[in-house]
């Protein structure tokens, strides 16, 4: 705890730096923020004083958060595994978490090394390969299923749970089966609750005005956080200053969510920048890209704006990873088209250090490494290829976290969850809604409901 807020550092996305054909011009980025940044800023602000913000007012809900560690804590030692079952924000919020903050070998870790608590897996396909190999060699009988689906109805969770159920009622018998599940949905309606509300499982409600893509800092994300031993209230705190930062700043520069939506919005809408790179030097930030990828790109990308009209917006999210797309993607950031801005994510301190030994310190070829770490050669590399992208003229920005831990990992989502929510009011779109998703399920429960 303790840390100030992580910063958004957009020196490298300036003509200043990279010429103004890529670059957006500082007194340019003043002036919209001073302007088109002003409204959008009044405009979220607006919408928390209506209650229409609820991913801002998560962090803030105490019930949640005491409901989520209690549950916590009345399974904690009862079970070795836990499989979050669940698609999109249902599931890739968690993965983020768990990813980000656990041990890195976890699931391979004895009970006593792991705390007592359980490994965690997911699924959120319903590829029949993935399902079929979890169930068949995971004991059931120690593993409790942690079900996500806010309208208690999303087809690829209920099919998965439907199989997982089938099989711990064969194994356990239907009483004991019903206590292995814990059901995350709406806290009135739809299957799910139905089904709680008759067999009386365990369950947590996602609040009615929360998004799924937006829904990690409620129970979706904290609950199976809180059960795998992660520290849920420095999470929060980490999130609730991001929200303070923000929606409390007179000027939308002040705010690194706010900064970072309007330099992405102009490098889209000026500079053709209509692709979106995030690039954590992490590997523990994997699942944090792919979690952006699905919150930037469904909640942006609209055929039409407020006012009814078809625009077709939408910058297109796009994940790697440092430092291993350097020796893929980084060939087409640095020579193919001029048409990203990439954003570098840079750890200052790694939760282990590894030295690089000098046993081949004479070798000409790889002497160099000899005597350095794994940090410092990560680290180097970042900078590297920041600089050879500027060198090339394509503007980059960079968020420094001085470590991994949960109060910053809170920040950090927070802080793209808000400048989704801001991207919005400057396309003029409604960032909240998915009306394209929602048709491809329509049509799905069409064909499966006629044969």
């Given at each position: 705890?303790?840390?100030?807020?992580?910063?958004?550092?957009?020196?490298?996305?300036?003509?200043?730096?990279?010429?103004?054909?890529n670059g957006i011009n500082e007194n340019e980025l003043s002036k919209f923020a001073e302007g088109e940044g002003k409204k959008a800023a009044m405009a979220l602000a607006q919408a928390q004083a209506a209650g229409s913000l609820a991913f801002a007012d998560a962090p803030f809900d105490r019930e949640m958060a005491e409901e989520s560690k209690s549950l916590a804590e009345e399974l904690h030692g009862k079970y070795e595994n836990v499989v979050i079952i669940g698609i999109g924000g249902s599931a890739l919020g968690c993965t983020t978490i768990h990813s980000?903050?656990?041990?890195?070998?976890?699931?391979?870790?004895?009970?006593?090394?792991?705390?007592?608590?359980?490994?965690?897996?997911?699924?959120?396909?319903?590829?029949?390969?993935?399902?079929?190999?979890?169930i068949e060699h995971l004991d059931l009988s120690k593993a409790l299923f942690v079900i996500t689906s806010k309208s208690g109805g999303t087809p690829e969770t209920m099919a998965n749970f439907a199989v997982v159920h089938e099989r711990l009622v064969?194994?356990?018998?239907?009483?004991?089966?019903?206590?292995?599940?814990?059901?995350?949905?709406?806290?009135?309606?739809?299957?799910?609750?139905?089904?709680?509300?008759?067999?009386?499982?365990?369950?947590?409600?996602i609040?009615?005005?929360?998004?799924?893509?937006?829904?990690?800092?409620c129970s979706v994300g904290m609950f199976p956080a809180a059960l795998c031993g992660i520290d849920i209230e420095a999470f929060l705190a980490g999130a609730r200053k991001m929200v303070e930062l923000s929606l409390n700043a007179t000027n939308p520069m002040e705010s690194p969510a706010n900064l970072a939506a309007m330099v992405y919005y102009l490098a889209d809408t000026q500079k053709g920048k209509n692709i979106n790179v995030m690039f954590p030097?992490?590997?523990?930030?994997?699942?944090?890209s792919d979690w952006f990828v699905q919150l930037w790109g469904e909640s942006l990308g609209k055929e039409k704006n407020r006012a009814g009209e078809v625009i077709s917006v939408g910058p297109t999210p796009l994940p790697a990873i440092g430092a291993t797309d350097q020796h893929s993607q980084n060939q087409l950031f640095m020579e193919g088209p001029a048409d990203k801005v990439i954003t570098f994510i840079d750890v200052e301190r790694f939760g282990s250090e590894v030295l690089i030994p000098d046993d081949f310190k004479?070798?000409?070829?790889?002497?160099?490494?000899?005597?350095?770490t794994l940090t410092e050669l990560i680290?180097?590399?970042?900078?590297g290829t920041e600089l050879a992208l500027k060198e090339r003229k394509r503007p980059t920005c960079?968020?420094?976290?001085?470590?991994?831990?949960?109060?910053v990992m809170g920040q950090l989502l927070m802080m793209f969850m808000l400048a989704t929510a801001f991207s919005g009011e400057l396309y003029n779109i409604n960032a909240f809604i998915q009306p394209g998703v929602d048709l491809g399920k329509k049509i799905t429960k069409e064909r499966l409901s006629a044969q």
């Amino acid at each position: 705890m303790g840390l100030d807020h992580i910063g958004f550092d957009y020196a490298n996305a300036m003509a200043e730096a990279i010429g103004r054909e890529n670059g957006i011009n500082e007194n340019e980025l003043s002036k919209f923020a001073e302007g088109e940044g002003k409204k959008a800023a009044m405009a979220l602000a607006q919408a928390q004083a209506a209650g229409s913000l609820a991913f801002a007012d998560a962090p803030f809900d105490r019930e949640m958060a005491e409901e989520s560690k209690s549950l916590a804590e009345e399974l904690h030692g009862k079970y070795e595994n836990v499989v979050i079952i669940g698609i999109g924000g249902s599931a890739l919020g968690c993965t983020t978490i768990h990813s980000a903050l656990l041990h890195p070998m976890h699931n391979f870790m004895s009970h006593d090394e792991r705390g007592g608590h359980p490994r965690w897996f997911v699924l959120d396909n319903v590829d029949p390969d993935i399902t079929s190999a979890l169930i068949e060699h995971l004991d059931l009988s120690k593993a409790l299923f942690v079900i996500t689906s806010k309208s208690g109805g999303t087809p690829e969770t209920m099919a998965n749970f439907a199989v997982v159920h089938e099989r711990l009622v064969n194994l356990l018998g239907k009483s004991e089966a019903a206590s292995r599940f814990v059901m995350i949905t709406d806290p009135e309606k739809g299957f799910l609750r139905e089904l709680v509300k008759r067999v009386g499982l365990h369950s947590l409600p996602i609040p009615t005005k929360l998004g799924g893509r937006f829904s990690v800092l409620c129970s979706v994300g904290m609950f199976p956080a809180a059960l795998c031993g992660i520290d849920i209230e420095a999470f929060l705190a980490g999130a609730r200053k991001m929200v303070e930062l923000s929606l409390n700043a007179t000027n939308p520069m002040e705010s690194p969510a706010n900064l970072a939506a309007m330099v992405y919005y102009l490098a889209d809408t000026q500079k053709g920048k209509n692709i979106n790179v995030m690039f954590p030097y992490s590997s523990r930030l994997t699942a944090f890209s792919d979690w952006f990828v699905q919150l930037w790109g469904e909640s942006l990308g609209k055929e039409k704006n407020r006012a009814g009209e078809v625009i077709s917006v939408g910058p297109t999210p796009l994940p790697a990873i440092g430092a291993t797309d350097q020796h893929s993607q980084n060939q087409l950031f640095m020579e193919g088209p001029a048409d990203k801005v990439i954003t570098f994510i840079d750890v200052e301190r790694f939760g282990s250090e590894v030295l690089i030994p000098d046993d081949f310190k004479s070798d000409p070829g790889i002497g160099y490494l000899a005597g350095h770490t794994l940090t410092e050669l990560i680290r180097t590399e970042k900078l590297g290829t920041e600089l050879a992208l500027k060198e090339r003229k394509r503007p980059t920005c960079s968020i420094t976290l001085p470590h991994i831990d949960a109060e910053v990992m809170g920040q950090l989502l927070m802080m793209f969850m808000l400048a989704t929510a801001f991207s919005g009011e400057l396309y003029n779109i409604n960032a909240f809604i998915q009306p394209g998703v929602d048709l491809g399920k329509k049509i799905t429960k069409e064909r499966l409901s006629a044969q």
